[in-house]
């Protein structure tokens, strides 16, 4: 990794990356898991850390790509590293279709969900299915409702990119209610933080929906799995009001505090954490 380090010595992008490749021609692709580390060292080091992995990955072949990002995703965890990923993938895409579609049609939930796999096969998904992917977004929209062997940390964060992937005019309640009413929806994760937050959100309640997003909120109060989490996650709503952070505006917080629904929540809210 040293050597390849040393290619950012100068400030030329073009002479950076032609290193890099060298580089990488001569030694080939580094071990995963000391890409990781290096990556997880210096995450600021964003253009750098995108530069080596995009090299990286145009080396790999499509079915090599979901493999050796868990691997790299594993050591190194962060959010950051996730991005990194991302970009690094999306970059490879536009350069060579044939390697976009191989990897695309290597999607399924054998290569995404259960214990053995990471994250990063979430977030390569999700590029897809902004792209219009339908099965992708599939794969994404079920595993919280516990479709797949999805682990908590997977199908919390398929729950956030699902969400993000809402079309324009469908109700963001209708996608989180699905997910509550999953008989097999994980609880071992902080689900119910996603399911309080998003309904607080002033999108999820659409046109004269605040009350059925309210209901919604406090059905997610009276479920074992997530009660707690949601009661953790609305507490600074309940006990700071508008001095709360987050997306409440004065007039969503006078609509809140004038709805008999909210009186409940925050009664429940009280009981969950002062039992």
Same mark, same amino acid.
């Given at each position: 990794?040293?050597? =390849?380090?040393?290619?950012?010595?100068?400030?030329?992008?073009?002479?950076?990356? +032609?290193?890099?490749?060298?580089?990488?021609?001569?030694?080939?692709?580094?071990? #995963?898991?000391?890409?990781?580390?290096? %990556?997880?060292?210096?995450?600021?080091?964003?253009?750098?850390?995108?530069? $080596?992995?995009?090299?990286?990955?145009?080396?790999?072949?499509?079915?090599?790509?979901? *493999?050796?990002?868990?691997?790299?995703?594993?050591?190194?965890?962060? $959010?950051?590293?996730?991005?990194?990923?991302? +970009?690094? $993938?999306?970059? %490879?895409?536009?350069? !060579?279709?044939?390697?976009?579609?191989? @990897?695309?049609?290597?999607?399924?939930?054998?290569?995404?969900?259960?214990?053995?796999?990471?994250?990063?096969?979430?977030?390569?998904?999700?590029?897809?299915?902004?792209?219009?992917?339908?099965?992708?977004?599939?794969?994404?929209?079920?595993?919280?409702?516990?479709?797949?062997?999805?682990?908590?940390?997977?199908?919390?964060?398929?729950?956030?990119?699902?969400?993000? @992937?809402?079309?324009?005019?469908?109700?963001?309640? !209708?996608?989180?209610?699905?997910? /509550?009413?999953?008989?097999?929806?994980?609880? !071992?994760?902080?689900?119910?933080?996603?399911?309080?937050?998003?309904?607080?959100? *002033?999108?999820?309640?659409?046109?004269?929906?605040? *009350?059925?997003?309210?209901? @919604?909120?406090?059905? %997610?109060?009276?479920?074992?799995?997530?009660? /707690? +989490?949601?009661?953790?996650? =609305?507490?600074?709503?309940?006990?700071?009001?508008? !001095?709360?952070?987050?997306?409440?505006? #004065?007039?969503?917080?006078?609509?809140? $505090?004038?709805?008999?629904?909210?009186?409940?929540?925050?009664?429940?809210?009280? %009981? @969950?954490?002062?039992?």
């Amino acid at each position: 990794m040293e050597r =390849l380090a040393a290619c950012f010595e100068g400030s030329d992008e073009a002479a950076q990356r +032609d290193c890099i490749s060298r580089e990488l021609q001569e030694v080939g692709p580094p071990p #995963p898991e000391d890409l990781g580390a290096w %990556v997880c060292s210096r995450l600021d080091e964003i253009h750098a850390n995108r530069a $080596v992995f995009e090299g990286i990955l145009a080396m790999l072949g499509p079915h090599e790509v979901l *493999e050796y990002c868990d691997s790299v995703t594993k050591t190194c965890p962060d $959010v950051g590293m996730g991005y990194t990923i991302l +970009d690094s $993938v999306a970059a %490879v895409c536009e350069l !060579d279709r044939s390697w976009c579609g191989t @990897l695309q049609a290597l999607l399924d939930s054998e290569s995404m969900f259960g214990e053995s796999h990471s994250t990063s096969t979430l977030r390569i998904a999700h590029r897809f299915a902004q792209k219009g992917d339908d099965w992708a977004r599939y794969l994404l929209e079920e595993a919280p409702r516990g479709t797949f062997d999805a682990t908590g940390e997977q199908a919390q964060l398929a729950a956030h990119l699902a969400f993000d @992937l809402r079309r324009e005019g469908e109700p963001a309640r !209708d996608y989180i209610a699905s997910v /509550l009413e999953g008989t097999k929806t994980p609880a !071992d994760t902080r689900m119910g933080c996603f399911l309080a937050a998003m309904l607080m959100r *002033e999108h999820s309640w659409g046109e004269g929906g605040l *009350e059925e997003s309210l209901l @919604l909120c406090e059905r %997610v109060l009276q479920d074992g799995r997530f009660q /707690l +989490d949601a009661a953790l996650q =609305l507490q600074d709503y309940v006990r700071r009001g508008l !001095d709360a952070p987050g997306w409440i505006s #004065p007039s969503q917080w006078a609509a809140l $505090v004038g709805s008999p629904t909210w009186t409940r929540i925050t009664e429940r809210v009280l %009981v @969950l954490l002062n039992p």
